[in-house]
C-alpha cells in the first residue's frame, strides 16, 4: 500500500494543505509546532478510522472550524481501494468512506489500507502498564483478522455484564460476596470463556509471530540486544476457562469485578533477558517500539499480501545515531515510509524524499514539491 | 427554531419521542399533518387510541393481541409440544413471516442485561417455566437476538432448562449475522436459521 496524495482539511492546526507523496519513502521535515505529527496522525486516521493519539473528534477540528475532513489517495494491489476519505465534526458521528462509498462499520475499513504507527507516546505504552500493550495487540489484529473485531466486542459487552452483576451484589449483600445469580453469572462466563479463549488464542499467535520477527530484526541492529516478546495468558479450551471462571466468582464477587481473562493479560517485552519496564534506558525502551512496529509490518505484509504504509513520528530523538539509518533499511521491502524529523536525519537511506512542513494556518497549500536528499 | 403555534410545538415534541424520528423529521410530519384533511387525521388519531385501549399482552404467551388468548396460542393446527422463544413480539411477526415454524411462541419481552437493570425476574422467564412444568412442551426454540445479551438468555435458559432433561432446547442457527436484530434480518436467512437449529 502506498500514499499517493494526502489533503487536509481544518483538521489539527491544518487549514487546507495537500501533501504529494507519490508513493515515494519520505521524510517530512520540520520544526517542533510545524504539526509534522499531525501528518501521521491523518495517514493513520484513514487506516485505522481512529486517532492513534486517541484524540476525539473534537481535538482534531482545527479551531473556528466546526468539521474536519481528511482524504488519501492511494495505491495498492488489485481490490485495494484507491481513495478513503474521513469526515469528523464537533457534532455526530465519524463518517468514513472508501472509494466514495459510505462504509457504516469499522470493521469493513480495517486491514484494507495497512499501516503500523510509531509516536513519542508509544514509547510509554510499551513502557507503562499493561493495557497499552494489549490495545497495540487489540489494534494490530483487529487489521488482521475481521473476526476478532466481532470476538472482542462481544467478550467487552458480556464482561461489562458480568461486572454488574457482581457489582450489584457487592451493593446488596456487602462484601461477604454471595448472593449473585449463579446461574445468571454462569450464562455470562460461558460468553466471556468461548470469546475469551478465541481473543487469547489470537494474540498469543500474533506474539509468536512477532517475536520471531524482533529478535530477527534486533539482531541485524545490534547482536547483543536479545529482544523478545511473549502473551502471558494461557491459551486453553473455553471449557476450561469456564471451569477457571467460576472457582473465581465467589472472588470477584467480594471484589466487584472480573479478575481473569484477555482483559487482564500480560504482555511481556523483552530486552537482554529482562523486561522492558525493569529499568531499560529510553534509548532502548524507544528502539524496541520502533522494532514491533517493524515487525508488525512484516506480519501484515505476509499474511494480507500488501505491505503497510510505515508511518515513524520523530524516531530519530533519543536514539543512538548509529542505530537510525539500521533501523530504516529495515523498512519490509515494497512499504513506504513516512518519517518525521526536526532536523535532517543523521544517517538517511538516499531513496528519502524530503518535504518541509509549515503549518498551513495561513499559507493555502504548502508541502508539495520538494527535494531529494 | 420555535413556531408561533404552542400546538404545533407540542406536537413537534411528542413526535420527536418516537423512535429513530429526529426533530427535522419531527417537523416534516407535523407540517404534513397541519394540512391533511380533518378526517384523515381523525382515522391516524383514532387507531392510536383504540390500539390503546384493546390491544393488550396474550395471557399466554405475552405476544400483542385484542384476545385472550391470541390467535396464535388458540390455534389447534399449532404444534404445542413446540416453543419458540423471542425477545419481542415484533420476533413472532418475522419469524411467521419465514412459515417454516408450526408450533407455538413465547415472548420474553427483554434479554438479560444487569447493565439496564434487566434480571431474570424483569423478563417473561418465570411464565416460561411456568409452561414447560404445566407438561406437554418436549422441545424449546430459544430465537433471541444474536447480541450477546441475546446469548446469555439463551444460555440462561438452557441452564434452567437441564431441570428438565425429558426437553429439548435448541439455539436458532447463527445464519443471522452477529450484532443484529431478528426484526432486520432477511427471511431467507431467518427461515435456514430455524431450520438449521442447534442443542445448546
Ligand atoms: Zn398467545
Known amino acids: 500500500m502506498r500514499l499517493l496524495r494526502l489533503e487536509l482539511q481544518n483538521f489539527r492546526n491544518h487549514r487546507d494543505c495537500c501533501a504529494d507523496l507519490e508513493g515515494r519513502p519520505t521524510l517530512l521535515l520540520g520544526a517542533n509546532g510545524s504539526g509534522k505529527t499531525n501528518w501521521i496522525e491523518a495517514a493513520a486516521l484513514v487506516s485505522i478510522g481512529r486517532s492513534f493519539r486517541g484524540a476525539k473528534d473534537r481535538d482534531l477540528v482545527r479551531r473556528g472550524a466546526d468539521a474536519y ?9 488489485a481490490g485495494a481501494p484507491r481513495a478513503v476519505t474521513v469526515r469528523g465534526s464537533l457534532r455526530g458521528p465519524r463518517e468514513v468512506s472508501v472509494d466514495g462509498a459510505p462504509v457504516s462499520r469499522l470493521a469493513d475499513l480495517l486491514g484494507r489500507v495497512p499501516t503500523v504507527q510509531f509516536s513519542v507516546e508509544d514509547v510509554a505504552v510499551l513502557n507503562g502498564d499493561p493495557a497499552g500493550r494489549r490495545r497495540f495487540l487489540d489494534v494490530a489484529l483487529c487489521q488482521l483478522e475481521p473476526a476478532y473485531v466481532g470476538a472482542l466486542r462481544e467478550y467487552m459487552a458480556a464482561l461489562k455484564q458480568r461486572n454488574r452483576l457482581l457489582a450489584e451484589s457487592l451493593k446488596r449483600n456487602g462484601n461477604g460476596g454471595g448472593g449473585v445469580d449463579e446461574t445468571e453469572c454462569a450464562a455470562w462466563e460461558e460468553i466471556l470463556a468461548r470469546t475469551g479463549v478465541e481473543i487469547d488464542r489470537r494474540r498469543a499467535m500474533l506474539c509468536d509471530d512477532l517475536d520471531r520477527r524482533i529478535a530477527g530484526l534486533g539482531d541485524q541492529v545490534d547482536p547483543d540486544l536479545a529482544l523478545g516478546l511473549a502473551y502471558g495468558e494461557a491459551v486453553e479450551s473455553p471449557e476450561r476457562r469456564a471451569e477457571r471462571l467460576e472457582a473465581a466468582r465467589p472472588r470477584d464477587g467480594r471484589w466487584g469485578w472480573t479478575s481473569i481473562g484477555p482483559h487482564r493479560a500480560r504482555v511481556d517485552c523483552r530486552i537482554q533477558g529482562r523486561a522492558l519496564n525493569d529499568g531499560a534506558s529510553r534509548g532502548y525502551a524507544r528502539l ?9 509490518a512484516g506480519v501484515l505484509d505476509e499474511r494480507l499480501g500488501e505491505p503497510p504504509v510505515v508511518l515513524l513520528d520523530d524516531p530519530e530523538s533519543e536514539l543512538d545515531p548509529r542505530w537510525i539509518g539500521r533501523l530504516l533499511a529495515l523498512v519490509p521491502e515494497g512499504s513506504q515510509a513516512i518519517v518525521t524529523a526536526c532536523r535532517p536525519l543523521t544517517t538517511s537511506p538516499d531513496r528519502f524524499h524530503v518535504m518541509p512542513i509549515e503549518s498551513c494556518e495561513v499559507a493555502e497549500v504548502v508541502a508539495a514539491g520538494g527535494t531529494t536528499t | 427554531m420555535q413556531f408561533s403555534s404552542t400546538l404545533l410545538e407540542a406536537l413537534i415534541a411528542e413526535i420527536t419521542r418516537l423512535p429513530g424520528i429526529g426533530r427535522k423529521s419531527a417537523q416534516r410530519i407535523a407540517f404534513y399533518l397541519l394540512r391533511v384533511p380533518a378526517d384523515e ?42 416453543l419458540c422463544v423471542v425477545e419481542h413480539a415484533m420476533d413472532v411477526l418475522a419469524i411467521e413471516r419465514t412459515a417454516e415454524f408450526r408450533g407455538r411462541y413465547h415472548v420474553l419481552k427483554g434479554a438479560l442485561s444487569p447493565v439496564d437493570g434487566v434480571g431474570p425476574d424483569q423478563i417473561r422467564i418465570r411464565e416460561l417455566m411456568a409452561r414447560v412444568e404445566s407438561g406437554g412442551v418436549t422441545e424449546i426454540i430459544v430465537a433471541t437476538n444474536p447480541t450477546a445479551q441475546g446469548e446469555a438468555t439463551a444460555l440462561y435458559i438452557a441452564r434452567l432448562m437441564q431441570a428438565h432433561p425429558s426437553v429439548r432446547v435448541t439455539r436458532i442457527a447463527r445464519g443471522v449475522p452477529m450484532g443484529s436484530d431478528l426484526e432486520f434480518s432477511d427471511q431467507i436467512t431467518l427461515a435456514r436459521a430455524i431450520t438449521g437449529r442447534k442443542e445448546i
Open chain 2, 41 to 82: 387525521a381523525g382515522r391516524l388519531a383514532n387507531a392510536i387510541l383504540e390500539l390503546k385501549a384493546r390491544v393488550e399482552d396474550c395471557s399466554i404467551c405475552g405476544n400483542v393481541t385484542e384476545t385472550q388468548p391470541c390467535a396464535l396460542c388458540a390455534d389447534s393446527r399449532r404444534d404445542g409440544a413446540v
Open chain 1, 288 to 296: 524496541y517500539s520502533i522494532l514491533v512496529r517493524l515487525a508488525l
Open chain 1, 69 to 77: 475532513e481528511v482524504r488519501a489517495t492511494l495505491s495498492g494491489r
